[in-house]
Structures are given as C-alpha cells and as structure tokens.
Nanobody, 120 residues
Framework: QVQLEESGGGQVQPGGSLTLSCKASGSRLGDCDLGWYRQAPGKEREFVASIKWSDGRTTSYADSVKGRFTISRDNAKNTVYLQMDSLKPEDTAVYYC????????????WGQGTQVTVST
C-alpha cells in the first residue's frame, strides 16, 4: 500500500551535516504519517522524527534530536527528508523510514534502511 526507499546515508565528522531522503509511493500515502527511526548496534530501534503527509506541517521529534534535525516533505517529489545538523557520534545508526496510518497508527511499511556513521 505504501512503498519506501531511503537514501543519503554516509560517513560524516562530528559537527557535520547530512540529509536523508525517503521516496514514497502508494495508494494510501495521503493517509499517513511518515517517520524516521534509527537503530544503533546492540540497541533497540528508536523514534527520531515524523511528519503528517497530508499537511506537511505537523511534525514530531525525539528530544535527543530537537534543534538539530529537521523533517520536511516535498509533495511534488513524493519524498520526505531528514536534515541532520550538528551530528554527534551517538547519532551513528541505521536510519529507517516508515509509514503509519495517521488516525490509527497502524504500521504499513518500513524502508530498507541507510547507514549513518559519525566519526573522525
């Protein structure tokens, strides 16, 4: 119902910036919140940020990334972005995009993930 494909991961030095992209398609996209999650080695997957696709303005962030990360949507390109600034080594993880129905939070799909490494 919703297909997701992430891109944009890589290696960056502490204090640097990186932008992740999640290209979305599917018949139920307009009903969804698109979210970014991350999973570091040996840790559980955790919420990073989300945006309501229908308005592109309703957003939510984990406390650990507030003020450093920005989620946004390009409706014409069917893509959600995660702009990551002031990156820290603890931001190192595989980052995943997902889609949930906004009204019920039913999970529809995950992307395949993209690796972000913050190190000198």
């Amino acid at each position: 119902q919703v297909q997701l494909e992430e891109s944009g991961g890589g290696q960056v030095q502490p204090g640097g910036s990186l932008t992740l992209s999640c290209k979305a398609s599917g018949s139920r996209l307009g009903d969804c919140d698109l979210g970014w999650y991350r999973q570091a080695p040996g840790k559980e997957r955790e919420f990073v940020a989300s945006i309501k696709w229908s308005d592109g303005r309703t957003t939510s962030y984990a406390d650990s990334v507030k003020g450093r990360f920005t989620i946004s949507r390009d409706n014409a390109k069917n893509t959600v972005y995660l702009q990551m600034d002031s990156l820290k080594p603890e931001d190192t993880a595989v980052y995943y995009c997902n889609a949930r129905i906004s009204s019920t939070l039913v999970l529809l799909s995950w992307g395949q993930g993209t690796q972000v490494t913050v190190s000198t």
